[in-house]
């Protein structure tokens, strides 16, 4: 039985995801309302430095969000009006909407239908003299291929973004996502695996880089001031972490492990109860290369019947995003993206908290079974604890 379980009862609404604070961040934001200092402060730095260490990069920049995060990264980079940033079709509109207000033009590219990630083959066609930086972006924790795309942007001088969003801590072939390319981005909204409401991260081990995004993101100076008689030798924006967001993702920071742990532990179970269905296939996750199963994802065949059957369950899932190329700002034809077209009306995120039991998690897959009408042995709901 696992730590979960005991909150287990028979007919609790399972959540597609949850955030958890715990006695940690209370008491951290409670010495920061004591210090007085609520704004970015030493706490911030401390947020920095530890992931930092974490991921094992040289440098760490707290920002407001994940989407402050990419804009910053690619501004920083020198992209605007012009350019070209290549990004997956299939993602949170989000990592196109960095591009946009950069003033950058957004090329789509479809996906991997294995992955869900970016198609490297397509990457490559998509390339034009103008083409400055690539997004590959990790879905659910997923790693894209970066052997193929870093080789790719190598041999072609285009600098690589990750987004690596919903990736914190996972690694691809070994190396950890988001600290593969020049920059790596990270969120930390509410259905991260860590949170501090809002916020994001930009990891790098370029010097220059670094400089410039703190200065970017607190009016063009480098390091903090008063406000008042300080030198701003570039334009910049308001993108600081505050010592009272810090305190609460140092908090989290304390439960990580555990909680990275624990949604190995949920697609351990789902992988078992869930193989050999005929018309929904969980999407695997390269587990002992140390890729995190952030959400666990799956293709059905008839997504939407089984997420309104499963609702009716009070067993709540999340659909995929519709394609890029299907939102008003970034409209083109389905034809140039038959995958992401064909497998977003199919994807579906089951429940995927950390929060759940296994028994949860079970109950989940029961369902599942039921609604595909495969037959469900009898269950066992362990009570104990
Ligand atoms: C793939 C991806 N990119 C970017 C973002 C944007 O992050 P945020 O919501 O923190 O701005 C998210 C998260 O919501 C995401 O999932």
């Not at 239908?113 to 879905?139: C, W, Y």
């Not at 742990?261 to 050999?276: A, D, H, M, N, P």
């Amino acid at each position: 039985m696992n730590v979960n379980d005991k909150k287990t009862t028979a007919k609790k609404t399972i959540n597609w995801w949850q955030p958890q604070v715990g006695e940690l961040e209370h008491q951290l934001i409670e010495e920061v309302l004591a210090s007085n200092y609520l704004n970015e402060g030493l706490i911030t730095e401390k947020f920095e430095a530890e992931l930092a260490r974490r991921l094992g990069v040289r440098h760490a920049v707290a920002v407001t969000s994940g989407t402050a995060a990419l804009y910053l990264s690619l501004y920083a980079l020198g992209i605007r009006q012009g350019d070209e940033v290549i990004v997956p079709d299939l993602t949170f509109i989000a990592t196109a909407n960095a591009v946009t207000m950069c003033g950058a033009r957004v090329v789509l590219v479809d996906i991997d239908p294995d992955s869900l990630n970016m198609d490297p083959g397509a990457f490559e066609q998509a390339i034009t003299p103008r083409t400055k930086a690539v997004i590959p972006v990790h879905v659910s924790g997923r790693g894209a291929d970066m052997q193929a795309i870093m080789a790719i942007a190598r041999s072609k001088e285009i600098a690589v973004v990750e987004d690596a969003a919903e990736a914190l801590m996972s690694a691809h072939k070994g190396k950890l996502l988001g600290t593969h390319g020049r920059l790596g981005c990270f969120s930390f909204s509410a259905n991260k695996t860590i949170t501090t409401g809002q916020g994001g991260l930009v990891v790098t081990n370029d010097s220059d880089l670094h400089t410039r995004l703190k200065q970017l993101k607190d009016q063009g100076r480098a390091s903090r001031g008063t406000g008042g008689d300080d030198l701003h030798p570039v334009v910049g924006f308001n993108f600081k972490l505050t010592n009272l967001q810090a305190a609460v993702g140092l908090g989290q920071l304390q439960l990580l492990d555990g909680r990275l742990k624990r949604i190995q532990e949920i697609y351990t179970v789902y992988k078992s109860e869930l193989s050999g269905l005929t018309k929904i296939k969980i999407i695997g996750f390269n587990t002992e290369d140390g890729e995190i199963p952030q959400w666990v994802d799956v293709i059905a065949e008839d997504r939407d019947g089984l997420d309104a059957k499963l609702t009716e369950s009070d067993i709540h899932c999340r659909r995929f995003w519709h394609p890029l190329h299907t939102q008003k700002p970034y409209l083109s034809s389905d034809g140039n993206f038959p995958n992401s077209s064909k497998l977003s009306k199919k994807a579906l995120w089951l429940p995927s908290a950390f929060t759940h039991s296994d028994n949860d998690i079970k109950r989940v897959c029961e369902e599942i079974k039921a609604i595909e009408g495969h037959p469900v042995p009898a269950r066992r709901i362990d009570r104990s604890g």
